[in-house]
């Protein structure tokens, strides 16, 4: 037999690791690949989360993360990590996902040493450079680089076309990422979690909050955080779950307006399974999120977006979620609207997948192995 393909996948932070596990998985099931996971750390806590539960434990790990880092320190950092492992492990292929700034950096690494770069969620844009910021850039930087473009959905693979980039190098694969979220779905309920059982006793109605976004930083969480106090004010039976993201800024925002209501519960990150399990229970979900953007349809769950713009429009387009920005009275009323307008809830209430079918991981190690066999082992 010849020579295994050897792969280097890369992840960095929670999402690149949710993403990046079921490609992960699926290639190390398949004797024609050797599967090597980098993690560069720029997430620790809630890298290590997901990492646990897929059962991943990285070859390496980088370890870059520090308090309130800059993306210049990101990308310094995790450019010289993944030099020094590409000089000692060569490979054949660098895998990573989406738009972090681990992902642009592992494909800028792995041009320096002339490695293929896959780009799993590849193709998603608003055309607006700052918006979101950095990941916009981030995607559109790494694009030119890849030579294997997994786009998750039609609009996706269009987006790389206009952008020149060849039709034969794009494959519309799904999102991995509902790979993922199908997965964690079908496991049994873990109920220890405190925070996930707080919710699942409520009788009443649950509203579910995450925010972390650049952008958002500041005076927008602040007027996002308002609003979900005024909600909770307005109506007498909502429970507000609301797991920050470990960046210390978005708690300075949500806790000093959320921390003291009785019906507010402000929770470290969930473990991605009791966060699943939260958004099955949810009534609405207030994000400005990308991956909860793509998993909340999937579950019939109606979500408004805090954000001015999506790279994901298509679940704005199949009437499953609606931008609404970050100004307090337009979240209070567009949220109000839905929990008091049945009409308009279960317009939005229909269970759509407009990101895949659970099965892109499969399909992205298809394509690796007639690509890189047919090139490399003939
Ligand atoms: C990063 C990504 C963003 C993605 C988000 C997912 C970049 C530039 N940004 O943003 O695209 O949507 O992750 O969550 O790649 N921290 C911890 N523990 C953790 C994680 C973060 O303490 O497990 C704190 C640290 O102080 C860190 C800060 O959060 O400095 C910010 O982390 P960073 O990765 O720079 O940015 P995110 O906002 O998490
Ligand atoms: N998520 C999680 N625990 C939480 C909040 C979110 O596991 O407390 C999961 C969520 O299901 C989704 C992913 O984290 O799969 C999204 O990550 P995040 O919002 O941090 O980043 P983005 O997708 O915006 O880049």
Same mark, same amino acid.
């Given at each position: 037999?010849?020579?295994?393909?050897?792969?280097?996948?890369?992840?960095?932070?929670?999402?690149?690791?949710?993403?990046?596990?079921?490609?992960?998985?699926?290639?190390?099931?398949?004797?024609?690949?050797?599967?090597?996971?980098?993690?560069?750390?720029?997430?620790?806590?809630?890298?290590?989360?997901?990492?646990?539960?897929?059962?991943?434990?990285?070859?390496?790990?980088?370890?870059?993360?520090?308090?309130?880092?800059?993306?210049?320190?990101?990308?310094?950092?995790?450019?010289?990590?993944?030099?020094?492992?590409?000089?000692?492990?060569?490979?054949?292929?660098?895998?990573?996902?989406?738009d972090?700034?681990?992902?642009?950096?592992?494909?800028?690494?792995?041009?320096?040493?002339?490695?293929?770069?896959?780009?799993?969620?590849?193709?998603l844009r608003t055309y607006d450079k700052y918006q979101p910021f950095?990941e916009e850039m981030?995607r559109r930087?790494?694009?030119?680089?890849?030579?294997?473009?997994?786009?998750?959905?039609?609009?996706?693979?269009?987006n790389?076309?206009?952008?020149?980039?060849?039709?034969?190098?794009?494959?519309?694969?799904?999102?991995?990422?509902?790979?993922?979220?199908?997965?964690?779905?079908?496991?049994?309920?873990?109920?220890?979690?405190?925070?996930?059982?707080?919710?699942?006793?409520?009788?009443?109605?649950?509203?579910?909050?995450?925010?972390?976004?650049?952008e958002?930083?500041?005076?927008?969480? @602040?007027?996002? %955080? !308002?609003?979900?106090? =005024?909600?909770?004010?307005?109506?007498? +039976?909502?429970?507000?779950? &609301?797991? $920050?993201?470990?960046?210390?800024?978005?708690?300075?925002?949500?806790?000093?307006?959320?921390?003291?209501?009785?019906?507010?519960?402000?929770?470290?990150?969930?473990?991605?399974?009791?966060?699943?399990?939260?958004?099955?229970?949810?009534?609405?979900?207030?994000?400005?999120?990308?991956?909860?953007?793509?998993?909340?349809?999937?579950?019939?769950?109606?979500?408004?977006?805090?954000r001015e713009t999506t790279e994901r429009p298509?679940?704005?387009?199949?009437?499953?979620?609606?931008l609404?920005? @970050?100004?307090? %009275? !337009?979240?209070?009323? =567009?949220?109000?609207?839905?929990?008091? +307008?049945?009409?308009?809830? &279960?317009? $939005?209430?229909?269970?759509?997948?407009?990101?895949?079918?659970?099965?892109?991981?499969?399909?992205?190690?298809?394509?690796?192995?007639?690509?890189?066999?047919?090139?490399?082992?003939?």
């Amino acid at each position: 037999m010849s020579r295994p393909i050897s792969v280097l996948a890369v992840c960095g932070t929670r999402p690149d690791a949710i993403k990046m596990a079921p490609v992960v998985r699926a290639l190390r099931e398949h004797p024609a690949f050797a599967v090597r996971l980098i993690a560069t750390g720029q997430h620790r806590e809630m890298l290590d989360q997901v990492l646990r539960l897929f059962d991943l434990t990285p070859d390496v790990d980088l370890n870059i993360m520090t308090p309130h880092q800059t993306l210049t320190e990101i990308t310094l950092r995790t450019l010289e990590g993944l030099d020094r492992v590409l000089r000692e492990t060569p490979a054949e292929v660098v895998l990573a996902q989406g738009d972090t700034t681990t992902t642009f950096v592992a494909a800028l690494a792995a041009f320096y040493h002339k490695i293929p770069f896959g780009h799993v969620e590849a193709g998603l844009r608003t055309y607006d450079k700052y918006q979101p910021f950095p990941e916009e850039m981030n995607r559109r930087l790494t694009a030119p680089i890849a030579e294997f473009h997994f786009a998750p959905t039609e609009t996706a693979r269009q987006n790389l076309l206009r952008e020149g980039i060849p039709a034969a190098r794009i494959w519309v694969t799904g999102n991995t990422g509902i790979d993922a979220v199908q997965w964690v779905a079908g496991q049994p309920l873990e109920y220890a979690d405190p925070a996930l059982q707080r919710v699942l006793r409520h009788t009443g109605r649950v509203l579910l909050l995450t925010t972390h976004r650049r952008e958002n930083w500041g005076e927008p969480m @602040t007027a996002i %955080a !308002r609003a979900a106090r =005024e909600l909770l004010e307005r109506f007498d +039976d909502l429970l507000l779950l &609301a797991p $920050m993201h470990r960046n210390p800024i978005v708690r300075q925002s949500l806790v000093p307006i959320l921390g003291d209501h009785p019906r507010a519960v402000l929770t470290e990150p969930l473990d991605y399974a009791p966060f699943v399990h939260a958004m099955r229970r949810a009534d609405v979900i207030l994000t400005d999120s990308g991956g909860v953007q793509e998993e909340a349809p999937a579950f019939g769950k109606p979500i408004l977006v805090l954000r001015e713009t999506t790279e994901r429009p298509e679940g704005v387009e199949a009437g499953a979620a609606k931008l609404v920005g @970050t100004d307090p %009275a !337009r979240i209070v009323q =567009e949220t109000a609207r839905l929990l008091t +307008d049945p009409d308009a809830y &279960a317009q $939005m209430a229909r269970a759509v997948n407009p990101y895949g079918d659970g099965r892109a991981a499969e399909r992205i190690r298809k394509i690796l192995l007639q690509e890189l066999r047919s090139e490399t082992h003939t």
